[in-house]
């Protein structure tokens, strides 16, 4: 199975092992899309019981690591240097145009779950929404959300920490999360992350999806982007969830069979 993520640019690192990296980093992805496509082309029957290899990057000390670097990236740049965005800009832009399509109102409540640096939200808030949330388990991470967002004068995007895939019992720690609803829940990369955990892995999938059906609303609207999941898989593991759309990404050829590298769909809560 696959256990992949899209490459860092922003680890401090020599330009020869920068190009190791990028080039190990490139193959990985490479394999990763090509056993996606023949899942895609190939799996009759996908369900929950697939687990991916577990790898650093469904840890939570990597993405500590990860974004203790990018901040300290951040501030050395002067603000520059906002570090990494997952799938890149164009994923990012494929979901604010079905949010844009969609006509919502401005006051639309949307949270996006693992927000990382926060970019997604601050695309979201120069279109002018105005009740927008980013959740990260990574205390570092939304250090530098926040600090992004304050320096672009959105100090009206709301960071804090939280996970996930708490259990029902934790959550009256996070009342900021857990006890309110959200009309739109984005997840760039989080799911694939989580999926990647060495430990538990199977029950922080449970939890998340658990977790995210208590936070969104009757005819709420999830939107997922995943390189590790094809569309069947994504529909299996977010049962009680309805399919709306399918978002276009790129496709690639192996062996004469297409398929996609990134999978990016749109779930709306179900109304039983
Ligand atoms: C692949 S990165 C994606 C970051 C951002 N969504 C983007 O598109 O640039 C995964 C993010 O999920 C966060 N994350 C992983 N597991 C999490 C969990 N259980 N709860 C909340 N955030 C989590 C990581 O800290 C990291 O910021």
Not at 87 to 110: C, D, P, Q, V, Y
Not at 153 to 168: M, P
Not at 246 to 255: K, V
């Amino acid at each position: 199975m696959i256990s992949v993520l899209p490459p860092h640019c922003h680890t401090e690192i020599t330009p020869s092992a920068m190009n190791e990296q990028i080039s190990n980093d490139f193959e990985r992805l490479v394999k990763a899309a090509v056993l996606k496509i023949l899942r895609e082309t190939t799996t009759p029957c996908p369900n929950m019981d697939i687990d991916l290899n577990p790898s650093n990057l469904g840890t939570r000390e990597h993405w500590e690591e990860t974004y203790s670097t990018e901040l300290q990236n951040y501030e050395e740049s002067n603000g520059v240097d906002v570090g990494e965005i997952w799938f890149g800009f164009e994923s990012e832009r494929r979901i604010t145009n079905w949010i844009t399509r969609k006509g919502l109102a401005k006051n639309t409540a949307i949270v996006d779950i693992g927000c990382g640096n926060g970019s997604m939200l601050l695309n979201l808030h120069k279109l002018g929404f105005t009740n927008l949330f980013g959740i990260d388990f990574c205390q570092p991470a939304v250090d530098l959300a926040s600090k992004v967002a304050e320096d672009k004068g959105a100090t009206s995007v709301h960071y804090i920490v939280a996970d996930i895939t708490a259990t029902e019992e934790t959550h009256k720690e996070c009342p900021d999360l857990f006890h309110r609803t959200f009309d739109i829940c984005i997840d760039k990369g989080t799911y694939d992350a989580i999926c990647l955990s060495p430990e538990n892995s199977k029950e922080k999938r449970l939890s998340y999806v658990q977790n995210l059906r208590k936070i969104l609303v009757r005819n709420g609207f999830f939107i997922i982007t995943s390189c590790n999941w094809t569309k069947d898989e994504l529909v299996a593991q977010f049962k009680g969830l309805d399919l709306m759309d399918e978002l276009p990404t790129p496709t690639m050829q192996f062996g004469g069979r297409a398929g996609r590298t990134v999978t990016a769909l749109v779930f709306k809560t179900g109304t039983s």
